[in-house]
Structure formats: C-alpha cells, structure tokens
C-alpha cells in the first residue's frame, strides 16, 4: 500500500482540530520496541506513546486476546454483569492493596472519579469538606476537575475559572505542605513521580510529610500512577516504594497498552461511602479493555517484564549517567527503572527533532527535560542502541552552540 503522506498531513490540517502540534512523521507500522513511518524508516521508541505501549507495540499476544474479544463480545454497558471486570478488579486489588476499583476510559477520567469519591466520603460524614492541595508542578489531565488541580497557567488560563478551592504547593516541600493543608482539606493529590513536570520523584521527607498531614487532620490521598505505575518504575504503583497508603489510585496509560482504559482504585473507608448512581461511564471497564487489561497486568507482573524494568533499568542509569557527564549541555538526568528525564541547561526542544533524525523517539516536558519512557519489555541491547541514537543527538544539539 502506497501511504500518500502529503494527503494525510493535508486531511488533518483541514478537518482535524488543531490542538495537537505534531512532529513531522507519520507513523504506520510498529513491532516491539520499534516503529516506522511511512517512508519506511525505523526509531526505536523510548517514549511508548507517552507511556502506554508498555508491553511494546504489535505485541502478537495482546493482539489475539482483543481479536478474540472483538469476535466474542466487546461491550456491555455498566448495566449488565460480564466476566472480566471483577477479574481485573481483583488483579488491581492485589497489586496495589485498595480493595476496589471503577473503570473509566482514561486517566484525566480516572483522576476526575477520585476527585469526585473524595468529596463523596466528606459529604458522607455529614461534615463536607470541599478543598484541594495539589503540587505546583503536577499534571493531572484535561478535564475541569484534573484540570483545577493541574498547575501550569498555559493549561488552565483559557479555562477559568476552575474549581475555586485548590491550593499548589511548591514540589517536595514538607513545611509549604504541613502550612497548607487544615481540616478544610478533602484531600491531598500528587503523582508520585512528577511527569509532566519534568521526572521528579517525591522525596521520602516529602511522603513522610504527606502521611503526617493526613493524619492530622483526616484528609484522604490521591496517588496519580498514571504515568509511574503498572511496573514503570519497577514496583506495581511508585507510591509502594515511598511508603504511601492512599485512599485513591489513579491509573491509566498502560493499563489497556494501547486500549483506552483508566481506573480509580479505592480503599474500603471510601468505598463504603459511594452509593448506587454516584458515578459511571458508558465505555468504562468493557470487555474489550479489559481483556486487554488482563493480559498486559500477565506480561508485567507474571511474565516478566517488572523484574525486565529493574535489570534494563540499571543500563538506562549507567548509560544516562555516562551522558550526563560526557555532555555540556545535561545538567542533571534524574529517575528510576523505565521512567527518566534528561535535564538539559536549555530549552530540550532541539532534541525531539535531532533524535528523529537519529532514529530514535523522546519528547520533551517542563521545557528542558528529555523525557524517557520506553516499553518495559526493551531488551539490554535495544537499550544500548537507543541510548547510542540519543547520545548522538545530544552531539548533534550540543555542537550548535
Ligand atoms: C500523571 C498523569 N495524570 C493524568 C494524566 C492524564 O491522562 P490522559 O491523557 O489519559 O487523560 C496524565 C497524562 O499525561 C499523567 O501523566
């Protein structure tokens, strides 16, 4: 099949809304850690379409599990029981220890449903507590509700007024969190590693700072691992590895590897307050996700891919650590297991498009992180020649200077 290129780029630009400002490749055909355009040229993808494709693209087994689905049945509704919601539910259930789970479509949804449980358990108690501490460099989606608790004025400006009651506090500081936060406060909500904000995990003085706060004055916590979790850093949800006990979860990403589906995972104390009607979605949980769902969690967690992010994660450090020194232009590389930002001393723009030209994918996020998210499947040596590609656009960007 001949691709007409031109056409596409053409089409999109006469009939699809321009909110996305897109790199000049158009991607048709992927295979494990790899993709190719249209012109036929490989890249070895380090990003996974911002997170998702964790168990690489084109996976044959993920595949069949969803033709099958699809020839079986792919949808319900909410309205009638299938088999695979529970079992997935209780998939969850084990991997992160809160009991219970709603299903959505992705992960601005998922936060929204945690957002609006929060509230749901201080009305509940008959003592409604409205308030939000986010921190001032997270990211937690689109929607008006993530939207009001996401910080960066480029994103909520045009939408203000937002929910009025959200308070930012600066990243990773215990004292502006233990001001900030009263018996006024629903609930606290962080990622417990930054991603949009540039990989920034929350220091253990931090997490400590947060389960202080809760347990001062009663205010429940919303971990986002929609970018952290599912084996990204090498435990099932970030917010294991600092201690953290949240009251709500929200995932999405890879959950579906490429399949959208979001969920809100929730500790019994919450559940037991949210009745009948309170919540749902047409889409959420069918049977398509999550027989998609079912077999990603499979190739994390039993059959390899989590202890494949410890092993190959510890090239990424060595390598990305190499490069820090080896490059002007890095000031800081910062992360763990598959989940890594390139700090550079300058806007990292230049790099998105210098490593294409290498043949390999990353983006750029907080203006001067090169951010790293590969499939948790990449072997030892599709690491090496990854990192090989980028180093040789950190040449390309650092030389014009
Ligand atoms: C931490 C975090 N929360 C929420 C979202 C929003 O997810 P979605 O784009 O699926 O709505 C993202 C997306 O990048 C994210 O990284």
């Known amino acids: 099949m001949t691709v007409a290129v031109d ?28 993709l190719f355009d249209a012109d036929g040229r490989e890249y070895i993808d380090l990003l996974s379409g911002i997170g998702v ?19 079986t049945l792919i949808h319900t509704s909410n309205l009638f029981y299938h088999p695979l919601q529970g079992e997935l539910a209780e998939r969850l259930a084990t991997l992160s220890g809160l009991p219970r789970a709603f299903f959505c479509n992705s992960g601005t949804e998922a936060v929204e449903a945690c957002l609006k449980f929060a509230r749901r358990f201080w ?73 949009e904000g540039g990989i920034k995990p929350l220091t253990p003085v931090f997490a400590a700072a947060i389960k202080d706060a809760c347990a001062k004055t009663g205010a429940l916590f919303i971990a986002d691992e929609i970018q952290s979790g599912l084996g990204r850093t090498g435990w099932p949800f970030h917010f294991q590895a600092l201690g953290l006990k949240p009251h709500l979860v929200s995932v999405g990403k890879a959950l579906g590897g490429g399949v959208p589906i979001g ?59 190499a490069m820090a020194v080896k490059h002007k232009i890095v000031k800081e590389v910062r992360g763990s297991g598959l989940m890594w930002g390139v700090e550079l001393n300058r806007d990292a723009a230049a790099v ?4 294409l030209a290498e043949g390999v994918i990353v983006n750029r ?36 200077t």
């Open 123 to 195: 009305f509940t108690q008959g003592a409604p507590r409205s308030e939000f501490i986010a921190l001032d460099e997270s990211f937690h989606g689109r929607t008006f509700g993530s939207l009001s608790v996401t910080s960066d004025p480029h994103y909520r400006e045009p939408f203000e007024p937002l929910l009025p009651t959200v308070k930012f506090v600066k990243t990773n500081d215990p004292a502006a969190l233990a001001a900030a936060v009263s018996s006024s406060t629903a609930a606290i909500i962080a990622e417990s590693v930054l991603g």
């Open 53 to 71: 494709a964790a168990i690489g693209h084109a996976h044959p087994g993920l595949a069949r599990a969803i033709a099958d689905q699809a020839q």
């Open 352 to 355: 998105v498009p210098a490593g």
């Open 7 to 34: 056409d596409i780029v053409a089409r999109e630009a006469r009939h699809v809304l321009q909110t996305y400002k897109r790199n000049p490749v158009t991607l048709v055909r992927g295979q494990g850690v790899r």
């Open 365 to 400: 996020t907080a203006e001067t992180v090169v951010r790293l998210l590969p499939p948790l499947v990449i072997t030892d040596a599709e690491a090496d020649e990854g990192l090989s590609r980028l180093d040789a656009a950190l040449d390309v960007v650092g030389a014009r």
């Open 263 to 321: 969920a809100a995972l929730i500790s019994q104390e919450v559940a037991d307050t949210i009745k009948y009607g309170d919540h749902g979605t047409t889409y959420g949980g069918n049977l398509l996700a999550c027989r998609a769902a079912l077999f990603v969690l499979g190739e994390i967690f039993d059959r390899g891919a989590a202890e494949n992010v410890k092993k190959v994660g510890a090239v990424f450090k060595a390598r990305l650590g």
